[in-house]
């Protein structure tokens, strides 16, 4: 009988030797499954700011193009202020201007918008002032002149616009 209780007393003992295993698989199973849904979460995060980060290149990689394009529509802006009144009706003219507007339409397809200038109040977020005029009949800060027109894609100004304002 004295056999039978060993047994017992030792079938006991490895019950709980097994209980602890068990009780310790347990919390090893759910500290990694912890750190694995951490893992899942970080790479989940990841790629939503790796596609935020793309987007965000692709939205303004074609920026230094676009800044090569802006002196040809500047002197395409020059030239059409000084054409003579008899050749505003000109094939060659209107050719010109038909130049100007492709590359208006081109700059309207990258959302490339110019910054309003003239009779505004200077901002030195999107203008630049080159010159002040005295001018009794504006206020201080207005715009009187745009010497260059300024530009921006997406709400971020590429090119400030050039201008005179009012003393």
């Avoid at 000109?90 to 201007?97: A, M």
Wanted: aromatic share 8%.
């Amino acid at each position: 009988m004295e056999k039978k209780i060993k047994n017992k007393e030792e079938q006991l003992k490895e019950c709980e030797k097994l209980k602890s295993g068990l009780a310790n698989a347990v919390a090893d199973k759910d500290k990694y499954l912890a750190g694995w849904k951490r893992a899942q979460a970080d790479f989940i995060n990841y790629k939503k700011e790796e596609r935020e980060r793309t987007a965000e290149l692709v939205k303004y990689s074609n920026e230094k193009i676009i800044l090569k394009i802006l002196p040809i529509l500047d002197n395409i802006y020059i030239a059409e202020k000084k054409i003579p009144d008899d050749l505003k009706d000109n094939e060659w003219v209107r050719g010109l201007l038909q130049i100007k507007n492709q590359i208006l339409d081109f700059l309207k397809i990258y959302e490339v918008k110019g910054i309003k200038s003239a009779g505004e109040k200077f901002n030195p977020e999107f203008h630049e002032a080159v010159e002040e005029v005295e001018d009794k009949n504006l206020e201080s800060g207005i715009i009187i002149e745009e010497i260059k027109k300024g530009y921006i894609i997406n709400n971020k100004v590429i090119r400030p616009a050039r201008v005179k304002i009012s003393k």
